[in-house]
């Protein structure tokens, strides 16, 4: 194999973007992924205006817009009713993706999977978990496997979006400071739908409530509930089809079981690595920042990432600019993670769980505010989409 080349760290969502970006440079990638296939767990499913925008370079945007279902409009709600609603379509002069779609990550991976195979120079190696990094001055080595077993695969650049226990992380030694919250999230998923039981519900809804808070999310043929859980809790508990039941018929009673397709309970953390470049690795993704899910800023972020240090690469790698280019992604990207998705993911959730009546009303009159003055609802649905983001690292 040709050790000039790009070595890609995790088959998830940034790293199929990073690689697919840099295969579509002329430039050879290697994806080492540690699962003998894609992975296929239910994680994320809000795609934001931009990343869309983004993912328009990819050539498979199309394909996936019509596996997604589009969410054009966003609300907060409390049981008795609707809050406030946004509708992204005021932010069409900005994006050409004027609503969140909502689909399954794992979805997009497997088309971006299926556009990298078909690019010269790009190859994904299954069953391959990276377990070490080494350096030398002129090229990376990732040290695949354990002992005499160990295979190695040597680039000029790697980049690790190996998600957040990150190997490559850990084998640079770099800190991921921050912490994690002590109640975990369940996510449950039903085709009932809530839809035609709640009056003018929105595809993403976020329900605010002092007891018990909670989310809902339609994705094709589901609705995805996700729910906070107490620390004391077992996971048996949590996931016992009793407590789901009963957690479900706090947001609707219906008298009779939910039908149900999925559930998931994950540990939620705020946490951001102290480095995203030591020497000729880079660290993208989770292996670089994860927040909890209120606002749907971890995944999204990271494809921001991913294409901030693509886009770099490629200047780098063709000559059009000097190492020092590569610096500016850490000096971009990081800021962002530490202070507006950590940020804004604490106050959403902060928000929604309010039990302080003063904080509850607050929250309230803030968002009824802000939805009906079209230039506070225009600025806030910048920074919800995350382009205020984006803005944000282009300054720096
Ligand atoms: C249960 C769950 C639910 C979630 N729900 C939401 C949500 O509702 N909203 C939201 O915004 N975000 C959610 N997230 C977070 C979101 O899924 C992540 O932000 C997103 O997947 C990050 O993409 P990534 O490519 O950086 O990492 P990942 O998607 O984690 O991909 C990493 C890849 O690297 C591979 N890998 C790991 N270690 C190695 C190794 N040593 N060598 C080689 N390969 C390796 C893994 O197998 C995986 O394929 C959720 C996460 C979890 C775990």
């Not at 499913?45 to 279902?69: E, K, N, Q, R």
């Not at 900005?94 to 078909?118: D, I, S």
């Not at 979006?161 to 084998?171: I, L, M, P």
């Not at 993704?285 to 995944?299: K, R, S, V, Y």
């Amino acid at each position: 194999m040709n050790s000039d080349r790009v070595l890609v760290v995790g088959a998830g969502p940034v790293g199929l973007v990073v690689a697919l970006h840099l295969a579509q440079h002329d430039i050879p990638v290697t994806v080492l992924e540690a699962e003998s296939a894609l992975p296929e767990t239910l994680r994320a499913s809000t795609f934001h205006p931009p990343t869309l925008d983004m993912l328009a370079s990819t050539g498979v945007l199309d394909d996936f817009l019509a596996l997604g279902l589009k969410a054009p409009t966003l609300q907060y709600r409390e049981r008795a009713g609707c809050i406030a609603e946004f509708d992204f379509g005021r932010i069409a002069d900005v994006t050409a993706h004027p609503y969140r779609l909502q689909c399954e990550q794992f979805k997009l991976n497997r088309l971006l999977y299926q556009r990298l195979a078909t690019l010269p120079g790009a190859e994904v190696c299954f069953s391959s978990e990276v377990t070490g990094v080494e350096e030398d001055g002129s090229s990376v080595t990732a040290v695949v496997g354990h002992g005499g077993e160990a295979r190695h695969f040597r680039g000029r650049y790697l980049v690790g979006a190996d998600g957040a226990r990150s190997n490559v992380r850990k084998a640079l030694d770099i800190p991921f400071d921050g912490f994690t919250w002590p109640e975990r999230f369940l996510v449950v998923s039903t085709p009932f739908r809530f839809d035609e039981k709640f009056a003018g519900l929105a595809p993403v809804s976020y329900f605010a409530d002092p007891v018990e808070w909670f989310f809902l999310l339609r994705v094709p043929g589901l609705w995805r509930v996700m729910f906070p859980t107490r620390p004391e809790e077992s996971d048996a508990d949590v996931l016992s089809d009793a407590s789901v039941e009963r957690r479900l018929q706090s947001v609707l009673p219906t008298g009779t079981p939910y039908p149900l397709e999925h559930r998931t309970l994950y540990p939620v953390h705020q946490r951001v690595a102290a480095r995203y470049r030591q020497g000729r690795a880079f660290l993208a993704g989770d292996a670089a920042h994860i927040n909890n899910p209120l606002g749907g800023m971890g995944m999204n972020g990271g494809i921001h990432d991913g294409y901030n240090l693509a886009e770099r690469l490629v200047r780098v790698w063709h000559g059009k600019a000097p190492d020092a280019e590569l610096d500016g992604y850490e000096r971009q990207r990081r800021p962002i993670a530490l202070e507006y998705a950590n940020v804004h993911s604490t106050r959403n959730k902060l928000n929604l769980e309010a039990r302080d009546r003063d904080r509850q009303e607050q929250f309230r009159r803030t968002m009824r505010e802000t939805a009906s003055d079209p230039k506070r609802a225009y600025d806030y649905l910048l920074q919800v989409s995350m382009i205020a983001s984006l803005r944000q690292a282009a300054r720096l």
